[in-house]
């Protein structure tokens, strides 16, 4: 069996490296892996081919720093050309990305199969371009592969049940990877070592709702200045973050830290009091490393962390930003109940795609 898998933005080289490392297991199966160039300075795409050991991407096509659309037609167009080269059987997606909708349209058209990995996520919200993406890319994919029973539950709401795909609850890759990392990470960190901070809040934050609304990154910055005040908020910054912030011309009066690799991102979890993000792989990363979680957003896909008052959604406002980490701060949480599989997502999704391209 040949697959081509479509990486492009951070997020995915962490869930890439879970599943590439399942393939690696299958002698029968080739992984060919396409690098659409979303995300491409060392510290948001080589570190983590490089400490993660992720397979060389065979294609890497560069395409980045430009609109949505512009991004999405090239990818396309490119994407096109290799599958007519390579001939794959299966074509992999991650998440919600303009890599991931490129690939899947590209595949489909050509009667290749498409796999979901991280299928049927909604937050409802279709200002958000993830949201697009994801509900395009679900409904032309064939092999759906859920995280949660939640994804589930949206898909089947939406009338997947009519729908010529097949659907799975494969647990979340993203646990698989946290549990495979968390045993090296303390050996391997480097930056982390560095901070010499007893205690402080890991921050994250890069959404466009944010980012691109001046009053909104205004009262997010007004409040993290404020939190750091009390208590060190440290905070491995977004290149896009860094210069619309740099645009606004207001001080972040906080520890900034250029964006880690992961290995760094897990000692910064493991040590943290909590967690201040608007990132949707950090609200479950928080839960995976038993800390409460304050999101910045006004919804979030990850709806079981609230069901289980582990995470608050605070929007971008000041004075609920500054409740939600008043109120999570010392909030004794109970993390033992399981939200996203055993650690076996990765060897669910390829045993499965062995069964179905066998029959
Ligand atoms: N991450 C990282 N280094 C950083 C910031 C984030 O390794 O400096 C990891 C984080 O642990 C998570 C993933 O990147 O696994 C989340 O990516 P991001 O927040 O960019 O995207 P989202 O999950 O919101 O799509």
């Known amino acids: 069996m040949k697959i081509i898998t479509i990486v492009g933005a951070r997020p995915q080289f962490i869930k890439a490296a879970a599943l590439s490392r399942e393939i690696a297991k299958h002698n029968n199966i080739e992984e060919i892996?396409?690098?659409t160039g979303q995300h491409f300075d060392d510290n948001m795409s080589d570190v983590f081919f490089r400490e993660m050991e992720i397979p060389e991407p065979k294609y890497n096509l560069d395409i980045n720093s430009i609109s949505h659309g512009a991004m999405t037609g090239r990818m396309l167009e490119r994407i096109e050309g290799i599958l007519i080269k390579e001939e794959p059987d299966i074509l992999l997606v991650y998440g919600d990305t303009n890599s991931t909708i490129a690939g899947?349209?590209?595949?489909?058209?050509?009667h290749i199969k498409v796999a979901h990995v991280e299928a049927g996520l909604r937050s409802f919200n279709m200002e958000m371009p993830e949201e697009v993406n994801r509900i395009l890319t679900d409904r032309i994919s064939d092999f759906l592969f859920c995280p949660t029973t939640t994804a589930?539950?949206?898909l089947d709401k939406e009338g997947y049940n009519n729908i010529d795909c097949k659907i799975f609850n494969s647990g979340d890759v993203m646990q698989d990877a946290a549990n495979f990392y968390a045993e090296k990470s303390s050996e391997r960190a480097k930056v982390f070592k560095e901070l010499d901070f007893d205690k402080f809040i890991l921050c994250t934050f890069h959404r466009a709702e944010n980012t691109d609304d001046n009053i909104r990154l205004i009262e997010i910055i007004e409040s993290l200045n404020e939190i750091n005040k009390e208590?060190?908020?440290?905070?491995?910054?977004h290149p896009r973050t860094k210069t619309k912030i740099e645009d606004l011309g207001i001080k972040l009066e906080v520890k900034i830290i250029d964006p880690v690799g992961y290995f760094d991102m897990i000692e910064l979890l493991k040590n943290c009091s909590l967690v201040i993000t608007d990132s949707g792989g950090l609200q479950k990363e928080a839960f995976f490393f038993k800390k409460n979680c304050v999101t910045m957003r006004d919804?979030?896909?990850?709806v079981e962390l609230l069901d289980h008052k582990v995470n608050v959604l605070v929007g971008a406002e000041k004075v609920k930003i500054l409740q939600g980490v008043l109120d999570m701060l010392e909030k004794e949480s109970d993390f033992s109940v399981n939200l996203y599989g055993n650690g076996n997502a990765c060897e669910n999704i390829i045993n499965k795609l062995v069964e179905l391209e066998c029959q």
Do not use: D
């Open 33 to 35: 892996i396409i690098h």
């Open 104 to 110: 899947a349209l590209a595949a489909k058209k050509m």
């Open 152 to 154: 589930i539950n949206n």
């Open 231 to 237: 208590i060190q908020v440290v905070l491995p910054l």
């Open 299 to 302: 919804q979030t896909e990850w």
